[in-house]
C-alpha cells in the first residue's frame, strides 16, 4: 500500500549529539517531500523541502535532508541538537499525479537531554 | 504570504450535535483543501481532499456521512461533524492550495472537545 514511514518513533539525545531520522515513501511518479515540526502545543512549522534539483537541501535552525531518489527515502539530518529541537517530527509526501494530496508519516518524537 | 484562516479555532459541544468548522483562504483562490486530523502524540491524518464545485474524496475508514465536507468557493471549505461523539474529540486542520502544483498553505487547526 501506498504509505510514508518513520522508521523512529521515539529518539532521545544528549546535546550536541548527532541526529538522522529516516522517512520513506512509496508513492511513485513525481512528489514533493517536506519535513515538518511540531514543538509542544505548537502548529506544524515547515523546516524544509525538496522539489527538484540539488537532492541535498538545508533548511531552517541547521535542519538538512537528503533525497535519494533509488531508495525512495528523505531522510533528516542535524550535526548537532540543541535541548530546543525537542518536538516531533513529520515527514511528508506530496503526490503530484494524484490531487496534490500531503501526507504524513507517523511522526518521531525527539528528546533532547540537556 | 498566503494565509489560510480556520474558525473555530477551539470549541465545545454535546454528544449528539453538529459542529461546523470553516476553512478560508484569504489572499488567493483554493480549488483544493485538505482536512485532516490529528489525535493527540499522534500524526496527522488525511480526511479528505475539497474540490469546489464538486463532492469530496475521503479517505478509506473516513465516514463521509459523519463528517460533512463542502466547498462551495474557492476560499470557503466547511467541515462538519454531525452527531458527534467523545472520540471525535480531536484537532483538525486544513490546508488549501490554488492547485495541485502550488504550495499548500495551513489553516492554525480546531480544537474539537465532545462532552
Known amino acids: 500500500a501506498q504509505s510514508v514511514s518513520q522508521h523512529n518513533h521515539h529518539v532521545i539525545l544528549s546535546e550536541a549529539a548527532s541526529l538522522e531520522l529516516g522517512c520513506n515513501y512509496s508513492?511513485?511518479?513525481?512528489?514533493?517531500l517536506f519535513w515538518y515540526v511540531q514543538y509542544p502545543g505548537q502548529h506544524l512549522q515547515l523546516l524544509l523541502k525538496y522539489f527538484s534539483g540539488d537532492p541535498l537541501v538545508k533548511g531552517i535552525k541547521g535542519f538538512e535532508a537528503e533525497f535519494i531518489k533509488s531508495k525512495f527515502s528523505f531522510n533528516l539530518r542535524k550535526p548537532s541538537v540543541q535541548w530546543s529541537d525537542t518536538a516531533e517530527y513529520f515527514c511528508?509526501?506530496?503526490?503530484?499525479?494524484?490531487?496534490?494530496?500531503?501526507?504524513f508519516g507517523q511522526g518521531t518524537t525527539l528528546q533532547v537531554k540537556p | 504570504g498566503a494565509v489560510v484562516s480556520q474558525h473555530p479555532s477551539w470549541v465545545i459541544c454535546k454528544s449528539g450535535t453538529s459542529v461546523k468548522i470553516e476553512c478560508r483562504s484569504l489572499?488567493?483562490?483554493?480549488?483544493?483543501m485538505f482536512w485532516y486530523r490529528q489525535f493527540p502524540k499522534q500524526s496527522l491524518m488525511l480526511m479528505a481532499t475539497?474540490?469546489?464545485?464538486?463532492?469530496?474524496?475521503?479517505e478509506q475508514g473516513v465516514e463521509k456521512d459523519k463528517f460533512l465536507i463542502n466547498h462551495a468557493s474557492l476560499t470557503l471549505s466547511t467541515l462538519t461533524v454531525t452527531s458527534a461523539h467523545p472520540e471525535d474529540s480531536s484537532f483538525y486542520i486544513c490546508s488549501a492550495t490554488r492547485d495541485r502544483g502550488s504550495p499548500l498553505h495551513f489553516g492554525n487547526g480546531t480544537r474539537l472537545t465532545v462532552t
Open positions: 475539497s474540490n469546489e464545485g464538486s463532492k469530496a474524496t475521503y
Open positions: 489572499d488567493f483562490q483554493a480549488t483544493t
Open positions: 508513492y511513485g511518479g513525481t512528489v514533493n
Open positions: 511528508a509526501v506530496r503526490v503530484l499525479s494524484n490531487t496534490g494530496k500531503l501526507i
